[in-house]
């Protein structure tokens, strides 16, 4: 790990103002970086593939480490909630399920029990050219993506180029599912950002980054508003190995359903497939107004992954993931089998 | 020395035997001399007191509490910490190497460079610093400036084999066409195979594909070099051999080999790939020389896995037939064994298990820029295993055959058909489908089954000295090494037994170099080598206390006195052990033990069987169960050979599912050389375990297991997925991609 | 991007002027490196005392600290990038070497310590991170002539074989069976998927940690 400077923060403000009074770095990877619960940001470091020459921590802010009920039933949760938190909060038990799966589905409860949410959702992707020091890829500021025609089997099938990439996050695909915002502080000012507009893709956002945040900005709150779905939720993770290991395909589902049993509002968002967790609109709005069958399962599976294109080591993403998306539908609507 | 009639009585005469030794996994014979003194035996297996029992490790309460101390654990007062500077070319010549601006950092005590400019893998020690921290250390090896000559590389085997791919090694000018396939055995007339499989009911031809697989010891290859200058050096290594270190650490230390203890309390598992002192001992040898202070180097996870060696790879092209009734008539194999910039290691085809009735091969070592493979538990074994053992169900099934039937039909050996009786009644075989992915729903369900060899004879390096004291304490010293296998508490154990005492009343003193020799511990030989020299000594120590206080038993017989239970008993009376002992001279009694070969065996047999569920739709495999009988002779304690069982399982079952290295053809670099992404088995991978030590086994001799005990179950898992999905795997890892797009075939 | 109508935002940056002022002087009062002072007071005009405020000091190369290990406070030297883990085997003297540096990012278990009372990886904290933290290391559990339940089990149903990542299994497994005294099978295998083992120790870990779950509880 390379040396830094180390500040603890005691306000919001003065982690911000610590951020952005940094030396200029010569590169995006040498900016100073907020610290929560550091179990993704110390690996990257160790890997040189983060060198901070100031590390602000957050931790040592008071009161965002909470869960609170919103006036209208949802959940505002602190960036440094930890997932083991979240997992055990009787609320978010009852109320978010898919959420719970999601937080339950990560790592270890050594990890849960440091990993926080506002990190889990700003983590580094896993891309191992990426997370290699002696690689120079793109999203490292070089001039090439390895994975586009190397070893590619984690990478993506959908919304890749000129990067490849799969977002790291479990909480990601839930949260968008569920509708959640996060609120921002940084160095021109608070913003509440919905979820589907904080990831970015490698060919529209800046490729060295994965999310919208500027380098002074950090996740204070996330909001996860009431839903008539929310209760109706789960989150599906396929893993290689399931002691520890991050998603080769997720799903995220979650649905309300009308007086006969035909789906009212459906949410679909797929993660480990994609450089950002991947919304299927055209797949949630084919489930309105139909009863879940296994037919209606088939179609919707396939629709979500119409648009798939896969590398040279990773078709086996398609029919996996429609697994998942069929799995978690049949979960959500009480369709067994 | 004054004269101590209490020793071991004067050695009268030698003799020749002949005992098996393997070496990289290939068993030969070699004569041997021991002395030819022939005491009692082992005795039944089932009447011991100690031995073959339940006996909880000595070492326990030190290693469940954290006071063990490992040679990571070292902390010397003074003590700078290495780290090594690695290449990051698969192939590369140093053009410019600048160490002034790492020297010059705060704290930073030497800098070496490594002793050669051209490296061909990438992961090559470049150079090593110490310095006073290990952060420091970090940084003074990122200061060193370098800069390289990249030169072409090859580290896939598909282009390695190619006539004009890049060299990897100079060509051998006897052989100037061989570019970087090299013949290494051929053997049998292959016009005759092909004649003989034209007469065969059924014919399989297939490539079997084996990753490298990594030792992944937990605790990194590294040592701590104490020597400030001055004329003695001790070095604190995690090793499989005390005495591979003395001679190279004072070879590079400039020291006499006497002056250079060697030492290893407790070593985080070695799997064959520690042995001498490596390059990074080298390194850290010459560190410490040049700062005249103590310096530790382990390696880092990331070194660990491409530069200490791995597991060679395996390509094999075989084509098998079987008549009607199961018999295997021929077989025709060309083998590459993938050992990158080394030769890799193999048993060849067909595998020794099995007998064909014509076989022809040809093995290749087929170099590529990678570190070269070394020995791992039970070299060549698990590859050529996986690979018989998944032909001969590929086979099994194109005659309709019951894959158990069908091996018994080419087993010569009884042993192995008696295991599969047991195997099969364990597992519950009667309920497996004949017809591979039988069911409804997305999980079915299959089983597999496979079985392997292995020598694990000893040999007469073993020199052991027990020591009675006038207080009835025991001390059982030799120089041996503890890779968690037991070695400390069967030795105990066999000294209590002969003596008739408890496991508590005696004291092991193991992994020095100054105690008595003792061999490394590679190819299972540490139990078949060590426990006739304990036995030995204990005998000796026995009968000569017994020669002792035959006054106070009646003046009976030494070999009349009867040491039970803390008693010593003849002549209907008894004393007790510690009234015994304080008839001893002040200096007590001290015997000293050599090898015997009449108390060791070779010949270990195994037979695994597995029990899977696929999820047909995303590949996912679930081991279910696996069941494994192993024989070997007399077994030392039942409950650390079970240990060993469930660990060849295990690491078999990682092999089979999840662990192989990931190399970038392009970069030549390694892409998963850490814990996240070279994916070892955890909680959540176990199935049931079922060890089982075959007790049919009568042999009163000891034999080493432990590399026996890793390679059957591969091929059993392997056979076990085909039986549940109709899928057959045959590059390992079998992983959910490769089973899913099998289903979709 | 919406931005949040926050009545706080208004005093939580008004610009960040004052803040930032008061902020840069004591970074450069703290000795952060010619460099960064330059670098600042280019920004911003350095008031030239120190401002007593709510900010930390900024901290670079070796400080001195203190960590609450095994109920005892313990004074060490670390650089803000020491983790936990190296803190503990090579910075405190003498060393607690029972945490076990394996993989150094979280993916093998065998440095895990209680913090808290609840399994972490020591080599994914900052030991200037964990300074306000009760820590618990195997160490702490048990010694050798006064074991824990847990390590008693281990020793009993051979759950270990080289050891290496047994510090690790003890610590997490006696963790949890304070959480969950009466866990089921699947549970106990779900508790210790953080921690790996490469001689394959697993089924008697488990079979150890079921052991002590149906031992009589204690008092």
Known sequence: ?337 | MPQQPQTSPAIPGKKTVRVPRVVNGLETMVEVEVDDVTGPGWGRNDQHTLLNHRLARVDGPVKVSGVAQYTHDVRLLNMLYGRLLRCPHAHARLTKFDSAAAARLDGVKAVIQAPMSEFRFSGSPVAAVAATTPELAEDAARAIVVEYEVLPHVVSAREAVKSDAPGVLTRNPKKPEENNLRAKDKRGDAAKVAAALATAAAVVEAEYLTPRIHHACLETHGMVVDYSGGDSATIYATTQGTFTIPADAADELGLPQSAVTATVQHMGGGFGSKFGIGVEGMLACRLAKEAKAPVKLMLTRHDEFVMTGNRSGSWQKIKAGVKEDGTLVALHATQYRLGGVGQGSQAAQPYSVYRAVDSYREVYALHTNEDSSIAMRAPGHPQASFAMESLLDELAHAIGMDPIALRKKNMPDEVYHRQLNRGAREIGWEKRNAVPSLGFGPLRRGMGCAAGIWGGGGNNQCKVEVTVSRDGSVLVAVGTQDLGTGTRTFTRAIVAEELGLQIRDVVEQIGSSKLGSANPSGGSTTAASLAPSLKDAAVKARLALAKTIAPLLGNSAPEEIVFSRGKLMAAGKAISWKQGCSALPAAGLTAHGEWREDLQGHGVHGVCFAEVEVDVETGKVRPIKMVQVQDGGLPLNRLTMESQINGGMIQSLGMAFWEGRVMDDRLGIQLNPGFGDYKLPGALEMPELVPIIDDEDKREVVIGIAEACIIPATGALANAVFNACGVRIRELPITPDKVLMGLLA | ?219
Request: hydrophobic residues 40%.
């Open chain 1, 1 to 337: 790990m390379k040396e830094f400077e180390w500040i603890q923060a005691t306000t919001l403000a003065d982690a911000v103002i610590a951020l952005a009074s940094a030396p200029d770095a010569n590169d995006i990877d040498e900016a100073a970086r907020p610290l929560a619960g550091g179990q993704d940001l110390l690996t990257t470091m160790k890997e040189y593939v983060t060198r901070p020459s100031r590390v602000v921590n957050l931790k040592s802010i008071p009161g965002l480490d909470r869960i609170e009920e919103d006036n209208n039933g949802g959940l505002r949760i602190g960036c440094l909630v930890t997932l083991s938190q979240l997992e055990e909060h009787s609320v978010a038990r009852r109320k978010f399920p898919g959420l719970i799966e999601a937080a339950h589905s990560i790592a270890t409860q050594q990890i849960r029990n440091l990993g926080t949410v506002g990190g889990n959702l700003c983590q580094r992707p896993r891309c191992w050219y990426f997370r290699l020091e002696e690689v120079s890829c793109l999203k490292k500021g070089g001039s090439e993506c390895f994975a586009a025609t190397g070893e590619n089997k984690y990478h993506a099938i959908l919304g890749g180029g000129p990067c490849h990439i799969v977002h790291p996050s479990d909480l990601a695909p839930m949260l968008l599912a569920l509708g959640a915002s996060v609120s921002v502080d940084g160095a021109s000012g608070k913003r509440i950002i919905p979820l589907d507009l904080f990831f970015t893709l490698p060919a529209s956002g800046n490729i060295r980054r994965e999310n919208v945040l500027e380098n002074a900005e950090v996740i204070t709150h996330i909001q996860v508003p009431i839903s008539k779905f929310a209760h109706r939720s789960t989150y599906l993770k396929f893993k290689e190995r399931d002691s520890l290991d991050f998603a080769m395909a997720s799903v995220a589902g979650a649905i309300a359903l009308g007086i006969e049993k035909e789906v009212t509002e459906a949410r679909l968002v797929l993660g480990g497939v994609a450089p950002i967790p991947w919304r299927v609109p055209k797949a949630e709005s084919f489930l309105i107004g139909k009863r879940i069958t296994k037919e209606i399962l088939a179609t919707a599976a396939k629709i979500a992954l119409e648009e798939a294109q896969p590398l040279a080591k990773n078709a086996y993403k398609i029919s996996l993931t429609q697994t998942l998306v069929r799995r978690a539908l049949a979960k959500v609507s009480g369709l067994s089998g």
């Open chain 3, 1 to 219: 991007m919406p931005y949040e109508n926050d009545s706080e935002k208004d005093q939580a940056h008004p610009k960040h002027a004052l803040n930032r002022r008061k902020f840069l002087s004591r970074v450069a009062v703290a000795g952060a490196g010619a460099a960064l002072a330059d670098h600042l007071s280019g920004l911003e005009s350095v008031a030239a005392s120190p401002i007593i405020d709510d900010f930390e000091k900024p901290i670079k190369g070796r400080i001195t600290i203190a960590l609450d290990v095994n109920d005892q406070k313990r004074p060490l030297t670390v650089e803000p990038r020491t983790t936990l883990l190296n803190a503990l085997r090579n910075h405190l003297e003498p060393a607690v070497t029972g945490p076990k540096l394996v993989c150094d990012v979280g993916t093998c278990g065998a440095c895990t310590v209680l913090m808290d009372g609840k399994p972490v990886y020591s080599c994914l904290i900052l030991a200037v991170d964990a300074t306000t933290k009760k820590l618990t290391s195997v160490e702490g559990l048990g010694i050798p002539e006064r074991l824990n339940s847990v390590q008693q089990a281990f020793i009993d149903h051979d759950a270990l074989m080289c050891g290496f990542c047994t510090p690790g299994f003890v610590t997490t497994i006696s963790a949890y069976l304070k959480k969950n005294a009466k866990p089921t099978m699947d549970e106990i295998r779900e508790a210790c998927k953080g921690n790996f083992c490469r001689c394959g120790t697993y089924p008697r870990v488990f079979e150890a940690a079921l052991a002590v779950a149906r031992l009589p509880a204690v008092r």
